[in-house]
């Protein structure tokens, strides 16, 4: 079983950075799909960045330029440096997991192991 847990949000200001940090357990980590999604009130829930096994990333076009996924394979830790954050960006941010099959998705139903989501606001 893969625990994936969540720290780093809290509250900035427009334009302020923020780096999520999500530290996983279990031996799939190496070689798994890594990836942040975000979810504000009453939308869905949308996949920010992903990473593979690889290194190769994903981002959603809104986020392109200001937000940088990586991992740390020796520390089983995956981040998500978050800069010149937007009022729009405000959300509650979820870390997830799947084993890589194939290329990784940006689409949440392929995605089976979840953090318990952190709060990430950004004021104007």
């Known amino acids: 079983q893969v625990q994936l847990v969540e720290s780093g949000g809290g509250s900035v200001q427009a334009g302020g950075s923020l780096r999520l940090s999500c530290r996983a357990s279990?031996?799939?980590?190496?070689?798994?799909?890594m990836g942040w999604f975000r979810q504000a009130p009453g939308k869905e829930r949308e996949g920010v960045a992903v990473i593979d096994s690889t290194g190769t990333k994903i981002y959603v076009d809104s986020v392109k330029g200001r937000f940088a996924i990586s991992k740390d394979n020796a520390e089983n830790t995956l981040y998500l440096q978050m800069n010149s954050l937007k009022p729009e960006d405000t959300a509650m941010y979820y870390c997830?997991?799947?084993?890589?099959?194939?290329?990784?998705?940006?689409?949440?139903?392929?995605?089976?192991?979840w953090g318990q989501g952190i709060q990430v606001t950004v004021s104007s």
């Open positions: 997830a997991a799947a084993p890589q099959y194939g290329v990784c998705s940006r689409r949440r139903w392929d995605y089976n192991y």
């Open positions: 279990g031996n799939t980590f190496s070689s798994s799909c």
